[in-house]
């Protein structure tokens, strides 16, 4: 679900009805991969207690799987964009 939304906010910071404001809620995507990224570095830190190594293997996986779908969402709405202005410098 979060390329979808990554993709559809480029496409829609340069669709003809767009608004570039769009691009504004990426940093909400960015800050959370920054959360997750601490996460996967400071989890694991809680292994060491028994009692709680399931639910951190539950934050774990989701951390992971997070930052590797936000970066693939990331990837693909840059791709997006560069391929709309290189045909906008094309037309003009």
């Given at each position: 679900?979060?390329?979808?939304?990554?993709?559809?906010?480029?496409?829609?910071?340069?669709?003809?009805?767009?608004?570039?404001?769009?691009?504004?809620?990426?940093?909400?995507?960015?800050?959370?991969?920054?959360?997750?990224?601490?996460?996967?570095?400071?989890?694991?830190?809680?292994?060491?207690?028994?009692?709680?190594?399931k639910a951190i293997l539950a934050w774990l996986s989701l951390?992971?799987?997070?930052?590797?779908?936000?970066?693939?969402?990331?990837?693909?709405?840059?791709?997006?964009?560069?391929?709309?202005?290189?045909?906008?410098?094309?037309?003009?």
């Amino acid at each position: 679900m979060t390329p979808f939304i990554l993709v559809l906010m480029d496409f829609l910071a340069i669709a003809p009805i767009g608004s570039s404001i769009f691009l504004w809620f990426k940093l909400l995507f960015i800050c959370l991969m920054l959360v997750a990224g601490a996460g996967l570095v400071i989890l694991p830190l809680g292994m060491l207690k028994k009692s709680w190594r399931k639910a951190i293997l539950a934050w774990l996986s989701l951390c992971g799987f997070y930052l590797l779908f936000a970066s693939v969402g990331l990837m693909l709405g840059k791709g997006l964009r560069m391929h709309a202005f290189k045909e906008l410098a094309g037309r003009s």
